[in-house]
């Protein structure tokens, strides 16, 4: 039976980004994963790729087995515009009898801070931070080109259907060693109109996810080059998990 695949790259508005050619037709839906997509598969015959199984359909959450805060740090530089430094934080506040977890979650502080529906972070297995940077990466890949958000999302979309290529990668957090997985992406090196996307269409992205932290998710990478200063990067941003912070005070917070 051939049945709608859902959309795998999870997209959330970002209210503090400036988008080009969104118009009112194109608001998103509040729910994460909302999108309809034109894509038909058989989902008993589809063979979800290594990227795929990793980034949308793991449940990364299911390894939390108690309230904890996840602390990632983020840190845009480059030559093109300026940066920032900025921190988010993934609260598993509840643990359910069904499997899912509820969940706060704090993307970037005061002016930046992005707003993030409820109804996205409860009853959930998905770790939200993944989607809610490619929400803000595709926003800002049409701002930087004056390209239309969709063109980017179903761009990076193929991309990690077509990837099941990764390589282990040893991490360090809180002091310890971990075992991890770096999955890479070149999204755009294969359109043949490049010239549309200016210098960005070297951009790259690297997923570093590991069984073994809490959330599954240590790193996205991504690294637009300049072509004629390659020493220094154009745009590069990169988001890292920097501490996990185990504590029932946590849940005490947020309930009351």
Do not use: C
């Not at 008993?44 to 805060?69: C, G, M, T």
């Not at 595709?138 to 099941?164: C, P």
């Amino acid at each position: 039976m051939i049945k709608y695949l859902p959309l795998l790259l999870v997209f959330l508005s970002s209210p503090n980004l400036v988008y080009a050619e969104k118009t009112a037709e194109e608001e998103l839906k509040p729910q994460i994963g909302s999108i309809d997509d034109s894509g038909m598969v058989d989902v008993n015959e589809y063979e979800f790729s290594n990227a795929e199984n990793k980034l949308w359909l793991d449940k990364h959450l299911l390894n939390i087995e108690q309230p904890v805060r996840l602390h990632y740090e983020f840190v845009k530089t480059g030559s093109y515009e300026d940066g920032f430094i900025d921190d988010i934080y993934l609260d598993i506040i509840q643990i359910n009898e069904d499997g899912t977890r509820n969940a706060a979650l704090q993307f970037f502080t005061e002016e930046r801070s992005q707003k993030v529906s409820p109804s996205n972070v409860e009853k959930i297995t998905g770790n939200p931070v993944i989607g809610i940077y490619m929400q803000g990466d595709v926003y800002e890949m049409s701002r930087l080109t004056d390209g239309g958000w969709k063109y980017f999302h179903r761009q990076i979309k193929l991309a990690i259907a077509d990837n099941n290529e990764s390589e282990p990668v040893t991490i360090k957090l809180n002091g310890k060693e971990y075992q991890g997985e770096k999955i890479t992406l070149y999204p755009f090196e294969k359109i043949q109109q490049k010239d549309r996307l200016k210098e960005f269409s070297n951009k790259s992205y690297e997923f570093i996810m590991s069984e073994e932290i809490p959330g599954k998710l240590y790193q996205i990478w991504t690294v637009i080059n300049d072509p004629a200063n390659p020493s220094v990067p154009l745009l590069e941003e990169k988001l890292t998990l920097t501490n996990v912070e185990f504590s029932s005070e946590i849940v005490a917070n947020k309930v009351n």
